[in-house]
């Protein structure tokens, strides 16, 4: 791993919302240019060890301040590091920023510390991308994914699973070495064989980026049926605020209109659509053209029946592997059709029993108890890799020569190291790149 030699601090924490603050600095001279400003009732910093924190004052008694000491290589981001507690403060952040910018530091850029943190091996990268997820999850369930992550029980998955490619690459390249003397030193059957293991690992992991996009994003519940049966009545009863226009003029909905909310500990996409029904309508022909899409994309689909219509239900149909839950609507006004679960938005009976089904509908999937691919970028990288070991598999099937089937192994390989961080011949700064900007300051 390259060193970095400048020492860069920035604020972890917003300004003006809390009680305290926290400036990070990190680099080789973190603790040197510390001492430069800050003024400790004992010793200083450089004499310091780590895990400790010692009470000063600011230069220019700016503030009084808590400094919490760690030693390389035992910190965040592998170097020598210190994280300043003092009062929320705007004005206060900002001087003692300027301080250290004085004396040798520069401002961090988005992510520079998670990304010094993979630089010096702390991290990985599919671990330095759960950062990410862990800041921004918003459910118990993205939390226990991003965790998972985050300690590595990922990349772990992956490294095994890379490991035993490898080990097969080694023995065709092998091979390979000693092609004219006609030696085959790979076991057809056992190649075979661990690549329709491996095809199995793999595809499951591409598989289920669904339910970990879902996670990561809400589980996306659409809201469809015919005009006027209540749609973006129930969606506003859901949410408990006027989210979407209510008329009793059809066809009032034209575009889909999403809002999440938290159900249990699963966050959930609820997707308002336009009303399903004949019409001339150019407009309206583009959102009901629009709904259909949303149906083939939620996992979660409501089909909502006005109870009051005398029996004009406009039915929908779903992939078996989505969830369809029947609705009567307007039960304060009919009775609720048979096979359905009534309600009525208006005054809010039976939503408690709907938003329970909802719930019941997806548990099992959100239990924790398999590695789940949240990430788009993993997600690509896997369905390439996927894609490398099919053509292996094709190439022993066809008797393709060993070492064009060599190179398809290598592939799958290189995708497998491109998500924990190993280049594999890409250009990996670029990723990085992209990968890291999309943190914020000061992590």
């Keep these: 791993m390259e060193h970095i030699a400048d020492t860069i601090c920035a604020p972890a ?29 004992n010793g200083d910093s450089s004499s310091s060890e780590g895990y400790r924190i010692k009470f000063g004052t600011v230069r220019g008694g700016i503030d009084d301040v808590l400094v919490s000491i760690f030693r390389a290589p035992h910190s965040y981001t592998g170097e020598d ?22 004396e040798g530091a520069r401002n961090a850029g988005p992510g520079e510390f998670t990304q010094r943190a993979f630089v010096n091996g702390k991290l990985d990268l599919a671990q330095a991308e759960a950062v990410v997820d862990l800041i921004s999850s918003r459910s118990e369930a993205s939390h226990r994914v991003a965790m998972n992550q985050l300690r590595g029980a990922y990349s772990s998955e992956l490294r095994t699973l890379r490991d035993k490619l490898l080990e097969l690459t080694a023995l065709m390249e092998l091979e390979l070495d000693f092609s004219e003397e006609d030696v085959e030193f790979a076991d057809r059957s056992q190649l ?3 690549l329709e293991e491996a095809l199995l ?32 009545t129930l969606l506003n009863a859901l949410l408990g605020e006027e989210r979407a226009i209510v008329s009793n003029i059809a066809g009032t909905t034209r575009d889909t209109i999403e809002e999440t909310l938290m159900l249990g500990d699963i966050l959930f996409r609820f997707i308002d659509t336009a009303g399903l029904r004949a019409t001339d309508d150019e407009i309206e022909k583009y959102g009901i053209e629009r709904t259909l899409k949303m149906i083939e ?3 979660i689909v409501i089909e909502l029946t ?4 005398n029996g004009d239900i406009e039915s929908v ?24 679960i009534g309600i009525s938005a208006l005054t809010g009976s039976g939503l408690d029993e709907l938003k329970s089904r909802i719930v019941e509908s997806v548990r099992g999937r959100f239990d924790g108890s398999e590695t789940l691919v949240t990430n788009v970028r993993h997600f690509e990288a896997l369905t390439r890799a996927r894609d490398s070991l099919i053509s292996v598999r ?5 008797g393709v020569p060993t070492d064009l089937v060599s190179e398809d192994l290598r592939s799958a390989v290189n995708e497998l190291n491109c998500i924990f961080g190993d280049s594999g011949g890409i250009d990996f700064k670029a990723v990085t790149d992209v990968i890291f900007s999309r943190f914020c300051i000061g992590k």
């Design 201 to 232: 690992h793999i595809g499951k992991l591409v598989d289920s980026f669904r339910t970990g996009n879902a996670i990561r994003n809400g589980v996306p519940v659409a809201i469809v049926g015919a005009v006027n049966s209540g749609k973006s």
């Design 317 to 340: 149909s779903v992939s078996p592997d989505r969830k369809l839950i029947r609705v009567s609507n307007k039960t304060d006004l009919s009775p609720a059709l048979p096979g359905t």
């Design 81 to 102: 590091g210190v994280e300043i507690s003092c009062h929320a403060s705007p004005y206060i952040v900002k001087r003692i920023l300027e301080l250290l910018v004085e």
């Design 297 to 299: 994309k939620a996992e």
């Design 306 to 309: 006005d109870a009051s219509a």
């Design 13 to 41: 924490t917003s300004t003006g919302t809390s009680a305290i603050s926290v400036i990070r600095v990190s680099g080789d001279k973190a603790l040197s240019i510390t001492d430069r400003i800050i003024t400790f009732r």
């Design 192 to 194: 075979k064989s661990l």
């Design 394 to 398: 094709n190439g022993l099937g066809l």
